[in-house]
């Protein structure tokens, strides 16, 4: 019998970062975390655990990282401080749950999660979303300590995609939004279509950059319309929504992405974009610049 | 000189009314109401304002007539009190601008244009968007006497679409959400490609239903896939929509739609839609029941 294909892929964000503006220190020490979360991902598919599963945890860790702009790395809002969206979905069901402008929670991406799993909506923000955090005593923001290194520049919001043994495949993605933000905006990363989705036989997908026009553009949703009406392959698929659909109306940023097959891609039109996978021939990728 | 087409269509919300269910006294006032709304918005694009303002304006009536679940007609969430969410697109430039969970200003779709208008954002939840409302000095949304009859039972979701002289498609759409659902629970009305979808030379769209189902099919995006993609005509696209994406997961509700060519839909999968339009040529369609 065939081996089922396993694959996985992460970011921390697409921005400006160049050899020349991140200390070679410091982008060592961020590939070799980006490398520790993707191998144990791979690993946790690869001993059956669902897509949906691994990309939780890897978004958890992500969060946890402290050098990204998600969880206890969040950028400040114009007020200083910290308001967190989030979503996850499962392309088996397209099933999802997703939070907006949550300020009191560790782990939004936990919180979507509950919020599928425990409600009988998708989508809940602000005060409601932290009511729940609270009532299902999740852990709290404060007192954190970032893993990497506190008071850094944060840099983009994270993600992760999965496909696991069982044919599924998986999305989920988290962020702290842009700085000095207007106290609760909201950006792509929680709403389904825009900043992440997933439909098993289709595509996996988890975005970054300036959410506005990702939102604007539904640009994951696009890509998997392409993949199911145009029948592109997904290469094809994201160039050319990256080309007609965002950078048309000037937006930059990037994506990831896993196929059915456990092809694993990275597309971004910024200088950087932290990142990370493992394809279904095992073949591990770490990167930070183009 | 051929005359450039119009059209407009508006819904007031899909539901379980029927013959039997709504007075028929009930039913001929709430006709009569929305004839006047896309008679008068059939009257502005006319003399030529923008699809954009004209979708505004239909949605706003909608929101005071106080039968529909929106504005001052709106559910209570489960602690009792309202919370709303709107958003508008703008078809010539994809820009758009959402509110959610919004609980202190008469007119969402307002607010949701104004976020377009005045903010570097697309969308804002919560205490921010009702700060907003507070700084631009919109009308609250207490001691508003609804338009109709207050005190009676609401229905649905309220949206606008419609093609000005110009060629531009826009559409809007606003709601209270579902009657006792969980604090700062957002439905797809906000969810650009979900709830509400605009593209010049595409399709403009509003939805309405129950909400979740919509946020996890990217329903109006989806749509505008179609059409653009798989080369499927409106009324293809919009009933293979609905019947593989939302009613494969047990999805209800129903939209409306106008064509770049002036073209007006309704489309419903529950036993009636509070609906109105008047297309190209002219035809005013004004119905509930199936």
Redesign the interface.
């Known amino acids: 019998m065939m081996a089922q294909p396993i694959a996985v892929a992460i970011h921390g964000g697409a921005g400006n970062m160049t050899p020349e503006n991140l200390p070679s220190e410091k982008a060592k020490q961020i590939e070799a975390y980006l490398r520790d979360v993707v191998e144990e991902a791979h690993r946790l598919l690869s001993e059956g655990r669902l897509a949906l599963e691994v990309v939780e945890i890897a978004v958890r860790r992500l969060e946890d990282a402290g050098w990204f702009d998600a969880g206890i790395g969040s950028y400040l809002n114009e007020r200083g401080f910290i308001e967190m969206d989030a979503s996850i979905m499962d392309g088996k ?4 749950g997703a939070v ?2 949550v300020r009191g929670v560790r782990n939004p991406i936990t919180l979507a999660r509950l919020v599928m799993e425990r ?11 932290d ?2 955090a609270r009532i299902w005593a999740l852990p709290p923001l404060r007192n954190e300590v970032p893993t990497i290194s506190p008071g850094v520049v944060t840099q983009g919001t994270v993600g992760a995609v999965a496909l696991d043994k069982y044919g599924n495949l998986a999305a989920a993605t988290s962020t702290g939004g842009i700085a000095g ?7 792509d990363s929680p ?4 900043g992440t ?1 997933a439909e098993n036989g289709v595509i996996a997908l988890s975005a970054t950059g300036y959410g ?1 026009y990702f ?4 640009l994951t ?2 890509i998997a ?2 993949i ?3 029948k592109m392959t997904p290469a094809a698929a994201i160039q050319s929504a990256f080309k007609e659909r965002l950078e048309s ?1 000037g937006g930059t940023g990037g994506v990831i992405a896993v196929s059915p097959q456990g092809e694993v891609f990275f597309h971004f039109n910024t200088s950087g974009m932290y990142r990370a996978g493992k394809d279904s021939a095992g073949r591990l990728t770490v990167g930070i610049y183009k």
């Open positions: 069901t397209r099933r999802t907006a402008a409600t009988s909506h998708v989508f809940i923000v602000g005060e409601g979303a009511s729940l933000k207007k106290v609760s905006r909201v950006g709403i389904i279509g825009a989705y506005e939102i604007r553009s539904v949703y696009d319309a392409r199911r009406y145009a109306i």
